[in-house]
């Protein structure tokens, strides 16, 4: 009975020893897999594109990690200076998008929506930024954030461009009839201003294509959009809305400035022929002048284009009695 029992002892512990002998392995091999398995996550980590980070607030504020990817972007060295200055970002962001930082770092912001901003780089110019932020909460507090931080420099520049083109006049660079009708109904519906509108008309456009060449004409087209382009500002719209035609929106005015800006504009025109020895520019203009833009301008329109033509007529008039004349 002793002997049976000792055999029995015998062959658990065998067993016993030969489960740890194998438990032990797969550990370790478990533990090989895994740590291979947190390399290779930290070397794509490494190496991404994006910017990923994750920044303590409290106890203290400090980054626990930064990718180097930011230095790609940004400038050689900026990971250690974040480590040693955990207020390091704060000196690069640009300073309309100040606001937003502080406001992710002390949780008043919509975490759920990316984070648009802008940072400095090396070169002092500034490069556009997506951030997809999580909060990271420790008893109802907010104690980190983590993030993804991407490059959309492109992808903004992209779209500044599309916006540009769909509002300006390929050819002179001035706004175009869309933006010129889009201010329009916006000022005959929406804002009630003081406003005044200056139509041009090029002469004789037609007469310089047919005789010296479109792009004799389109060249002339330019010069008179640049002398007219002087005058844009915040409250001053120059834009092409024709081939030939021309029409400036001056809001918060008065109709001694627009007398005066018309003035100023035909002695520009009469300057530029004097300097030109290209072929010169000839133009009719007329204007209408509002105290009250709401529901007024479409008829504005109307009479600074009905005023605009008596001027062109006046002239061909003239034209007409001095050939009788001679």
């Not at 300073?95 to 919509?110: R, S, V």
């Not at 004409?217 to 081939?243: C, P």
């Not at 022929?273 to 301008?297: P, Q, R, V």
Request: charged share 30%; hydrophobic share 35%; proline share 2%.
């Amino acid at each position: 009975m002793m002997i049976i029992q000792f055999l029995y002892g015998l062959l658990v512990g065998i067993l016993f020893s030969c489960l740890h002998n194998y438990f032990r392995k797969k550990s370790k091999s478990d533990t090989k897999r895994f740590e291979d398995s947190e390399k290779r996550i930290f070397k794509l980590v490494e190496s991404a594109k994006d910017i990923i980070y994750y920044y303590q607030i409290k106890p203290e504020p400090k980054y626990i990690y930064l990718s180097p990817s930011i230095e790609k972007v940004l400038g050689s060295g900026l990971v250690e200076r974040s480590y040693q200055n955990p207020y390091t970002h704060f000196e690069l962001i640009h300073p309309d998008d100040y606001e937003i930082l502080a406001k992710k770092i002390n949780g008043n912001i919509d975490y759920d929506q990316p984070i648009v901003q802008r940072w400095r780089d090396e070169q002092g110019n500034y490069i556009w930024f997506e951030e997809y932020t999580t909060p990271i909460f420790k008893n109802g507090e907010l104690v980190a954030v983590q993030g993804i931080i991407r490059n959309i420099n492109d992808k903004v520049n992209l779209q500044k461009d599309l916006e540009y083109r769909i509002t300006h006049d390929a050819l002179t660079d001035i706004h175009n009839r869309q933006f010129f009708e889009q201010n329009m109904e916006i000022y005959d519906q929406h804002v009630n201003v003081p406003v005044a509108i200056i139509l041009c008309d090029l002469d004789e456009l037609k007469y310089v294509n047919d005789n010296h060449g479109h792009k004799k004409g389109d060249a002339l087209i330019k010069e008179f959009a640049k002398i007219l382009s002087r005058y844009s500002s915040e409250n001053t719209i120059v834009s092409r809305i024709g081939g030939d035609e021309f029409a400036i929106l001056v809001t918060d005015t008065d109709s001694e400035y627009v007398e005066s800006m018309v003035d100023h504009i035909s002695k520009d025109i009469i300057r530029y022929n004097e300097n030109s020895t290209d072929i010169k520019i000839k133009m009719s203009i007329g204007y209408a002048f509002s105290h009250h833009s709401i529901g007024k301008m479409e008829d504005l329109f109307t009479e600074a284009d009905k005023n605009m033509y008596f001027e062109k007529r006046l002239k061909k008039n003239n034209m007409l009695h001095q050939l009788e004349s001679v």
